[in-house]
């Protein structure tokens, strides 16, 4: 988890892979290689004070193996019994450093609680396993309880949101899936966004989902989108560009937004991304989006750069990348999100607006390179993102002119966004 592919794709590879798991058994399996990254450094404590230390356990898979029997025990309450034929291997499967007796001494000997630092950086940091190093960073940026808040929530295994469309149709969505027996309800950050209420996955077979009326999506991608309406407008007719679109998640929403009259150009540097891109807009017959190479910036009235960022806002979705982040990445990735916004801004036309945003709870990536970036750029004003929200709900998404989606306060990840005027002539 430290090293290597991401998990999401190492587990989709290695469930495609898998024979006769079933649903069920593969969701279960995806879950809990996400816990062992999400609370790694809590069960390597717990497991240090059993006096098992992880550097000392040969192999990379028996050390998971203790992770797992730990986070059984500790976080879902089971016994040696129940835990016992999970970790059992039946035969000479591979080789082993560890035994089933070890293993039961971590699930069954007394565990006492371990002593937490005293600074409350570093004790939120072993409390719910992050690097002291990001902790830290954090500390600096917001006061402890809305530290404690958003890390408890990064914390978790987030809930699957969803965004409606065609824009406004929600209501009607909501009592369509209740007539096919799913539960769900609105989320009142974002105008479109919905969220499943119990835990089947019975949405994916609802004709709500198979008609295209559902779209998988974050409420802060959504809000993104949001914030790409002037004053709170409608961007109906308008030419968007979506420069960094990625799998396409906001090129589809955007293009909802700007409707058959206007046109959304998308592009992204990974060619792999972008074809996800293209068929799903294809899937759902968008012929107002196309993905032309270069993207002809000087043309659109609004440009979206969701700048490559740490993702520090998305932990509770991609536990790994916590521990394969550093202070030098985030320092390039502020270069890099500095050089990607003055570009687009050069080529923007005048009076255009550029949404600049990620999905990074850093002030590094997020205010930091916005100011920069006007002190470089007097041709440009910044636009308050709430301009326009009524003011309940501009309380709640923004800080000052900024959108700022801090979870949990804004379910699901963090994510920011900046809008940026550019002078008439």
């Known amino acids: 988890m430290m090293k290597g592919e991401p998990l999401k794709a190492a587990l989709a590879n290695a469930l495609r892979d898998a024979d006769g798991l079933g649903g069920q058994e593969r969701r279960f399996a995806a879950f809990a290689a996400r816990e062992l990254s999400r609370h790694q450094r809590l069960l390597d404590l717990a497991a240090r004070t059993l006096g098992h230390t992880p550097g ?28 016992g034929p999970e970790v059992r291997l039946p035969g000479p499967v591979r080789p082993r450093t560890i035994n089933d007796t070890l293993l039961s001494s971590v699930v069954t000997a007394p565990l006492s609680e371990p002593a ?86 019975r949405i994916f077979e609802t004709r709500m989902m198979k008609s295209g009326r559902l779209q998988v999506q974050d409420v802060g991608s959504q809000l993104i989108v949001e914030a790409c309406r002037p004053e709170g407008g409608a961007l109906t007719g308008l030419t968007v560009a979506d ?36 068929d799903r807009v294809r899937e759902w017959h968008l012929r107002q989006v196309a993905f032309p190479h270069p993207l002809p910036l000087s043309e659109a009235d609004v440009l979206l750069v969701d700048a490559p960022c740490s993702g520090s806002g998305s932990l509770a979705r991609e536990p790994d990348q916590k521990w394969k982040l550093s202070a030098k990445a985030v320092t390039e990735f502020k270069t890099t999100q500095g050089s990607l916004l003055a570009e687009v801004a050069r080529q923007a036309k005048p009076g ?18 916005v100011r920069e970036f006007l002190a470089q750029h007097p041709d440009f004003s910044l636009e308050p993102v709430g301009q326009g929200m009524p003011p309940e709900r501009a309380a709640l998404l923004c800080d000052g002119p900024f959108l700022r989606a801090v979870p949990p306060r804004v379910p699901g990840g963090g994510f920011f966004a900046a809008r940026l005027r550019k002078a008439q002539g």
């Open 56 to 83: 000392k356990i040969g192999l990379n898979e028996d050390q998971a193996l203790v992770r797992y029997a730990l986070w059984r025990r500790l976080f879902c309450g089971e016994d040696w019994a129940r835990i």
């Open 116 to 201: 937490l630092p005293e600074a409350l950086p570093e004790r939120l940091a072993v409390r719910h396993s992050f690097p002291s190093w990001l902790v830290q960073r954090l500390a600096e940026a917001y006061p402890e309880p809305v530290l404690e808040g958003l890390l408890a929530a990064l914390d978790e295994e987030p809930s699957l949101h969803f965004r409606v469309r065609p824009p406004g149709t929600r209501d009607a969505v909501l009592a369509a899936l209740l007539e096919e027996g799913v539960q769900a309800e609105a989320v009142a950050a974002a105008p479109d966004a919905l969220r499943v209420t119990d835990s089947s996955h």
């Open 352 to 369: 255009a607006r550029i949404v600049y945003a990620t999905c990074s709870v850093l002030p590094e990536e997020n205010d930091v390179v």
């Open 243 to 278: 420069v960094c679109a990625g799998a396409g998640g906001k090129t589809l929403a955007l293009a909802d937004l700007v409707g058959p009259t206007g046109k959304v150009v998308a592009g992204d540097r990974s060619r792999r991304r972008l074809s996800d891109a293209r």
